[in-house]
């Protein structure tokens, strides 16, 4: 090739048109190959880059029931749970629609999970303890009549009863159903201002009881009191759910606190649905 053909190819736009036909065609062919990798390496990085920041590693079922479970706990499992799902918008929807229920439960409802909670069967006296953490009794019958029950008058119906009223786990030391107490009674009183209280007394006499803890009537104080912090923790983890929902601030999202804001008027997880479907209203 001369000096004068290095120099076109090098400087003039037009230089490949200095050489023979041959060459042109071979250099044109190898500079096309050139700038097709050149394109797909570049449209390669571009694709990982963007999946990298739009997409993250999908979590397992069980490790969605774990960060459930987190939730229920206190300090700082359950912040570390709120944050971890936090970035699972889609999922962690999905899951909770899973889990969320509105506050509500019929009498006859009420009275059959009773019922389970006093069988031999491990497997159903837990569930029925479970469904009764969540779906509180208070929500359909007064303290006094649900403790007058028939079917909650002895061991072990009525001590998992008591302790699913006072928010006690099933493996708390505490619990009525572990400590076996001989008797469990409700004692009534009234404050000053003529506002009756309540206290479950246990022993193993009417009158020769060994412990005496609160027992909440009301049901709009439930998990509101300070006194009764943490006594409904299976309502906190609805709080902590709801608060996620809204951060997440889509349809299907909404959907979800709306179904929990049809339950029980006084129940505080249903005040706290409607808030924020107030909050969610005035800003559009």
């Known amino acids: 090739?001369?000096?004068?053909?290095?120099?076109?190819?090098?400087?003039?736009?037009?230089?490949?048109?200095?050489?023979?036909?041959?060459?042109?065609?071979?250099?044109?062919?190898?500079?096309?190959?050139?700038?097709?990798?050149?394109?797909v390496v570049v449209l390669t990085l571009t694709t990982n880059l963007v999946q990298a920041k739009s997409t993250s590693p999908m979590l397992a079922p069980h490790h969605l029931s774990q960060l459930w479970a987190d939730l229920l706990g206190g300090e700082p499992s359950s912040t570390?749970?709120?944050?971890k799902l936090s970035k699972y918008p889609d999922l962690t929807t999905d899951f909770f629609a899973s889990k969320l229920s509105p506050l509500k439960i019929t009498k006859q409802e009420l009275l059959g999970a009773i019922t389970e909670l006093g069988s031999d069967d491990d497997k159903?006296?837990?569930?029925?303890?479970q469904h009764l953490s969540y779906f509180d009794p208070r929500l359909a019958m007064g303290l006094e009549e649900l403790l007058?029950?028939?079917?909650?008058?002895?061991?072990?119906?009525?001590?998992?009863?008591?302790?699913v009223l006072d928010g006690l786990s099933i493996d708390d030391?505490?619990?009525?159903?572990?400590?076996?107490y001989k008797v469990i009674k409700l004692d009534k009183g009234a404050t000053p201002d003529g506002d009756d209280f309540f206290n479950f007394r246990g022993g193993?006499?009417?009158?020769?009881?060994?412990?005496?803890?609160?027992a909440?009537?009301?049901?709009?104080?439930?998990?509101?009191?300070?006194?009764?912090?943490?006594?409904?923790k299976e309502w906190t983890?609805?709080?902590?759910?709801?608060?996620?929902?809204e951060s997440f601030d889509s349809p299907r999202a909404r959907a979800i606190i709306e179904s929990v804001a049809t339950g029980h008027p006084d129940a505080q997880p249903t005040k706290i649905a409607r808030a924020i479907l107030s909050v969610q209203s005035k800003k559009q």
């Not at 570390?80 to 944050?83: C, F, G, K, S, W």
């Not at 159903?124 to 303890?129: L, M, S, T």
């Not at 193993?204 to 609160?214: A, F, G, L, N, Q």
């Open 216 to 232: 909440e009537p009301r049901l709009e104080r439930l998990n509101v009191w300070p006194m009764n912090e943490g006594a409904k």
């Open 148 to 163: 007058s029950l028939d079917s909650v008058q002895a061991y072990p119906a009525r001590h998992r009863l008591v302790d």
């Open 1 to 39: 090739m001369s000096s004068r053909g290095l120099y076109s190819l090098a400087v003039e736009p037009l230089g490949l048109q200095v050489l023979p036909k041959t060459a042109r065609s071979s250099m044109m062919r190898r500079t096309f190959a050139y700038l097709l990798l050149t394109l």
């Open 204 to 214: 193993d006499t009417e009158i020769d009881y060994r412990v005496s803890w609160w």
């Open 173 to 180: 030391p505490r619990s009525a159903i572990r400590q076996r």
């Open 237 to 245: 983890r609805i709080i902590r759910a709801l608060a996620l929902l």
């Open 80 to 83: 570390r749970a709120v944050l």
């Open 124 to 129: 159903r006296w837990r569930v029925a303890y």
